[in-house]
């Protein structure tokens, strides 16, 4: 499980391993920053599928805090650049950003039955 104020550090680490392999020459060297920028790049992804929770638990601005939680812990963007993005209160977006943060550090598994049900159902009434 990754947690959300590592995904920045993440990006910036592939960027790293990037720079230092164009400038390996040691066969056995490169071999392990690949390896360590493939496990970096299989992080990144476990992000996107933790991100389908946040989509799983809310029911009601699913879309909206979201694209919050990508833009501060993503994208970095400041409190206030976000205050300005969204048209919105300080206080809302700290509880919003709050929940998700909740939301994203979960563990897959302990996403109940019914809420999966429920996102199923809502999913598909949409295409309706």
Do not use: C, W
């Amino acid at each position: 499980m990754i947690k959300a104020k590592d995904i920045r550090s993440m990006k910036e680490s592939i960027i790293k391993y990037k720079t230092v392999l164009d400038k390996e020459t040691n066969p056995l060297q490169i071999f392990i920053i690949k390896s360590k920028i493939k496990e970096q790049q299989y992080r990144l992804m476990d992000v996107e599928s933790q991100l389908f929770n946040i989509e799983i638990y809310l029911y009601k601005d699913a879309q909206l805090h979201k694209e919050i939680f990508i833009d501060k812990y993503i994208n970095g963007l400041t409190l206030n650049q976000l205050v300005i993005k969204y048209n919105m209160e300080r206080t809302t977006i700290y509880r919003f950003l709050s929940a998700d943060r909740k939301i994203f550090e979960r563990y897959l598994y302990k996403v109940s039955p019914f809420l999966f049900m429920a996102a199923l159902i809502i999913s598909n009434t949409d295409k309706l």
